[in-house]
Nanobody, 116 residues
């Protein structure tokens, strides 16, 4: 079993920055595929960024968000810069053991609100 706990959400003005953290327990993050998703009210859940041996990003956040991993702290981060109101959502950390397929483990989510 893998447990994920997110933190770092909050309120920020347009153009501001936030850094989300996801602390994992039960397995080391270097052996997992890790990702950040988000879901805005009335919208489908969106895959934002993922990392295992390489990183990748949704087009909507490319160049503004950076996913990274600290193996010593067993933590994955999402640095979010140049935030826009459309980035407002609940952000979820997710993990899977396999390289492909559905994500098996989810955090509780952290709210990010960007005001215009």
């Amino acid at each position: 079993q893998v447990q994920l706990v997110e933190s770092g959400g909050g309120w920020v003005q347009t153009g501001g920055s936030l850094r989300l953290s996801c602390v994992a327990s039960g397995r080391t993050v270097s052996t997992l595929s890790m990702a950040w998703f988000r879901q805005a009210p009335g919208k489908e859940r969106e895959l934002v960024a993922w990392i295992r041996t390489i990183t990748n990003y949704a087009d909507s956040v490319k160049g503004r968000f950076t996913i990274s991993r600290d193996d010593a702290k067993n933590t994955v981060y999402l640095q979010m810069n140049s935030l826009k109101p459309e980035d407002t959502a609940v952000y979820y950390c997710a993990a899977r053991v396999s390289r492909y397929g559905n994500y098996d483990y989810w955090g509780q989510g952290t709210q990010v609100t960007v005001s215009s």
